[in-house]
């Protein structure tokens, strides 16, 4: 597709949706949204023939970029044969979806339970969690999200979920590892591993093992900040859960399908959870859809005692054929493949060599194609570029680094005082080096804010005696 100047069409979008749209996490008077025109593989352009390089990937669901022809031709033939059919019937689409994720994740969790995404997904685990041990309680990290509706959001540890949290889900949150900012005073991966371990421990001796269903955590954090977990910790989280009957549940709805160089994040670790949620990637968010897999001990408690929940649309004929397309053009593309080697060869150290050109970047994490730029205002305190929550003028510094993305030609991930790095994992190497390039002119307006008085590229590994910990 070519980008064609229409400046009426979009006008006449952006009134329709000001109108009539009511957008999420907004203020509905304060918010201006890009009319957007056109997508194709990892570029959307607005209605002025302005084009970006997605460095989002959407919200981190659009895993094989924009209008795949495989995937746009795998709905259309579905679309003719059947559009839609009830969940209690058995249908190829969904059968195979099923099938096909089954093949791919860790261990036994060899059932998949379908939803219209990840939010519904994490309810449904911990419904299921919570059946299966006969307990109510669930632990989560701060740092986290697990989506938006009343149980996952109150699961949820960042800000979004003050608003909903009445203090009456049954949720119990407590600090996962994050070296950067430890809540342990850690020095080393190890010993970061090892304290946020005890305080797990000691967090679940005192609410009492026997009245935990369940942990859950993000196999790595997304939207929190890609917080890579030390090498240890999930084995760790693994042992304490099989210690007391936990059910441990991961949230793989961004990690999932690719986005860290492997199928799943749980990969990375050689660990096994008893439920894993999913969605995004599934199918690069071309049709809703996201699941449950199951493990074969939970499965066989709804063997012959009925499951209490389902959804209408649950394994929609639509969604599952495109999950289909999206799961085999990964396999015969290599997308994993190419998300693992870009990730390690182009795109770590590309970040990197940003973060010594730039006194705004405090730390670069991530892995495949799952990165974050932590951005400060002095490398040697730490202190967030912007404070916590930032809203307003309070956020100006963010506001300015996102401008300048915008206006080098990419769309970025802004959260909080961090830049992510999550283009769609198809990605070449020129469209990655084209992104950096773009990071590095935005960074320099990040740069502006920050605190002068210290030199030195490699301040922002030197750990202060003091040092700010939000």
Request: net charge negative; glycine share 10%.
């Amino acid at each position: 597709m070519t980008p064609q100047t229409d400046l009426q069409a979009g006008a006449a979008v952006k009134a329709a949706d000001r109108a009539h749209v009511f957008h999420s996490w907004s203020a509905q008077e304060l918010i201006d949204p890009l009319a957007v025109a056109g997508a194709e593989g990892s570029y959307f352009w607005d209605h002025d023939g302005k084009r970006y390089l997605d460095l989002a990937s959407g919200l981190v669901f659009a895993n094989i970029g924009y209008q795949h022809p495989k995937v746009v031709a795998a709905i259309q033939e579905q679309a003719a044969r059947m559009t839609t059919f009830a969940p209690a019937f058995a249908i190829e689409a969904r059968s195979e979806a099923a099938r096909l994720i089954a093949e791919r994740t860790p261990g036994d969790l060899d059932k998949i339970f379908f939803t219209n995404g990840g939010a519904d997904a994490v309810e449904h685990a911990v419904r299921m969690a919570r059946l299966h041990t006969g307990r109510a309680k669930v632990l989560a990290a701060y740092r986290s999200y697990h989506g938006g509706t009343q149980q996952a959001v109150n699961i949820t540890g960042d800000p979004r979920r003050w608003a909903s949290d009445t203090a009456t889900a049954g949720v119990v949150h407590f600090w996962a590892p994050y070296l950067y900012r430890s809540r342990f005073y850690a020095e080393t991966e190890e010993q970061e591993c090892a304290r946020a371990l005890d305080h797990l421990e000691t967090t679940i001796a005192f609410e009492g093992p026997g009245t935990i269903a369940a942990i859950i955590l993000e196999t790595v954090p997304g939207t929190a900040g890609i917080m890579v977990p030390p090498p240890g910790y999930l084995a760790g989280v693994r042992e304490l859960c099989d210690k007391h009957g936990i059910v441990f549940i991961l949230d793989e709805v961004m990690a999932g399908f690719g986005r860290t160089g492997e199928w799943f994040a749980a990969d990375l670790f050689d660990v096994t959870p008893d439920l894993m949620t999913f969605a995004k990637g599934v199918n690069s968010g071309y049709v809703p859809l996201g699941g449950v897999a199951i493990s074969g001990a939970i499965a066989e408690t709804f063997g012959k005692r009925p499951y209490p929940g389902g959804l209408t649309y649950s394994g929609h004929p639509l969604a599952c054929a495109a999950a289909v397309a999206t799961i085999e053009v990964m396999a015969e593309e290599a997308t994993v493949e190419n998300a693992k080697n870009l990730g390690a060869s182009v795109v770590g150290p590309g970040l990197r060599e940003l973060a010594e050109r730039h006194a705004s970047v405090g730390e670069v994490r991530g892995v495949g194609m799952f990165w974050a730029l932590e951005l400060v205002k002095n490398r040697e305190t730490r202190e967030p570029l912007v404070p916590y929550n930032a809203a307003g003028e309070a956020g100006a510094a963010m506001a300015a680094f996102g401008a300048a993305a915008r206006k080098a030609g990419v769309w970025p991930f802004v959260n909080m005082n961090r830049t992510h790095f999550v283009p769609p994992l198809n990605a070449s190497e020129s469209e990655v080096k084209e992104g950096l390039a773009a990071l590095d002119t935005a960074l320099s307006a990040a740069d502006a804010y920050t605190e002068q008085g210290y030199s030195g590229t490699d301040q922002g590994r030197i750990r202060a005696v003091t040092r700010i910990r939000p």
